[in-house]
């Protein structure tokens, strides 16, 4: 009996140890879940919410003879309610290219070694990337958008990178984690507020360029028992988004076990607003 | 039939006897991607769902079986990536679960050897030695040319060969 036999009889001997009944109704009803929120959010794209943005800006700051406010914050938005100025810095940020930066730590797991991810993004021009390095120089992973067009990356210790092409055009990176919650999506700023409007966060104003948020999560992932998520979001002297930090706390059951805590403690650098972004398309496998 | 079942529409119906059908095949190829029975289970039930939201385009059952395999692979490598990046996310495992039942230290060397690798090239040695597919249709569900999934082959084989002359399993030093 050669390698390959062994291997074989190994995976046959393996897989030989996957026995359950089928959780149909189970899948039926998350199926039938899963429907329904695809065809709600269907009108909550990312288009949608930026002319959301628009207006609500607009809203508040209507000129006497009518038009809609230019693309940076008038001044008397410093003077507006807390969700009105972070509406209005997310209006600000997302019209022009940035350079981002975003670091996870465990809060619960300290001595694990934080991931930090950088990358640059121009929401106009859907041209960015992340580049994600792994721990260890084990190899590096990386989503990229050229014109719409997302690819995902990843390379080994031989440093040989391989690429696939998502279908479709995208306005956004795509593929960023979910287990660190809905803000996980925050590589572009319109997307903190979808994240922010949909988990019905409370924006309050905890000082004179920063704006505080918080709420519990009524949408939970499979096998999550809870989650509380509180940050601030900093902003420039431009009325950008220069930072969001924030800690997410989230109770997990595990299969077998009793519900164990996680925390993770996340921050996002925006800078060098209006730099242009050049990414080259990969060449995909 | 019970009268839940009798409720069900007739979309619901066949995706119910396809679940009941394909989920012990296609837990067994998720246990061989994730090493792991309960990120199996997760695994096959996340990927059935998206089945069941594309369920009325998909109509030829001769491939759904294809099609769920595809679906499950690729599920795996996305969630695999999403991990990595949050290791950190403590307890939510990415570590093997206990074996049901008692398997030979081979078989438990290959599982360690298994999960030291990518996913795309744990991938294409689960479907070219459990799955028993050639090159060609390990490229399609992989997305990728069969020359990408014959050199990602050769450097799995290599890995795991190197992993196997090992003296023991890591979990057991």
């Known amino acids: ?285 | 039939m019970t009268e839940r079942t009798k409720a069900l529409s007739k979309g619901d119906q066949a995706f119910a006897a396809f679940v009941e059908l394909a989920w012990q095949r296609h837990l067994r190829l998720a246990l061989l991607l994730t090493g792991d029975r309960w990120q199996a289970e997760e695994l096959l039930q996340d990927s059935l769902v998206k089945i069941y939201e594309r369920w009325h385009r998909l109509s030829r059952s001769d491939e759904l079986h294809a099609y769920l395999r595809k679906v499950v692979v690729n599920n795996h490598t996305s969630i695999w990536r999403r991990r990595r990046r949050e290791s950190l996310v403590s307890d939510v495992p990415d570590r093997p679960g206990p074996v049901g039942n008692v398997v030979s230290t081979q078989a438990l060397v290959v599982r360690e050897a298994l999960r030291a690798l990518p996913p795309r090239q744990r991938a294409v040695v689960v479907l070219r030695h459990y799955e028993d597919l050639p090159e060609r249709e390990i490229a399609r569900v992989l997305g990728c040319s069969p020359g990408t999934v014959k050199s990602q082959h050769a450097k799995a084989l290599a890995k795991l060969r190197h992993s196997m002359s090992e003296p023991a399993i890591p979990s057991m030093r």
């Open chain 1, 1 to 285: 009996m050669n390698d390959l036999d062994r291997l074989s009889g190994s995976l046959h001997e393996l897989a030989g140890q996957a026995a359950s009944a089928p959780p149909t109704q189970r899948l039926l009803s998350r199926g039938r879940r899963a429907r329904h929120r695809r065809t709600a959010l269907t009108g909550a794209s990312l288009a949608v919410l930026a002319v959301g943005a628009v207006a609500a800006v607009a809203a508040v700051n209507q000129p006497s003879g009518g038009g809609v406010i230019a693309e940076s914050p008038p001044a008397s938005v410093a003077a507006a309610d807390p969700g009105t100025r972070l509406v209005a810095a997310i209006t600000a940020s997302q019209s022009t290219s940035y350079q981002l930066k975003i670091t996870l730590t465990s809060t619960t797991t300290p001595e694990a070694a934080a991931v930090v991810s950088t990358g640059a993004f121009d929401p106009a021009a859907r041209t960015g990337y992340l580049r994600t390095p792994l721990g260890g120089g084990a190899g590096a992973g990386e989503e990229r958008l050229v014109n719409g067009v997302q690819y995902v990356g990843e390379s080994g210790v031989d440093g040989i990178w391989h690429w696939t092409r998502r279908p479709g055009t995208h306005d956004n990176l795509g593929g960023r984690p979910l287990l660190d919650g809905p803000l996980g999506s925050t590589t572009d700023p319109a997307e903190l507020l979808a994240a922010l409007t949909q988990a019905g966060a409370v924006v309050t104003q905890t000082g004179p360029n920063l704006l505080h948020f918080e709420y519990t999560a009524q949408q939970l992932q499979p096998l999550q028992v809870s989650e509380t998520v509180n940050g601030d979001v900093t902003l420039d002297a431009d009325g950008r988004i220069s930072g969001v930090v924030y800690d997410r706390n989230a109770v997990w059951q595990k299969p077998g076990g009793q519900p164990g805590p996680a925390g993770t403690h996340v921050v996002v650098e925006f800078s060098a607003y209006g730099t242009p972004v050049t990414v080259a398309e990969p060449t995909v496998d």
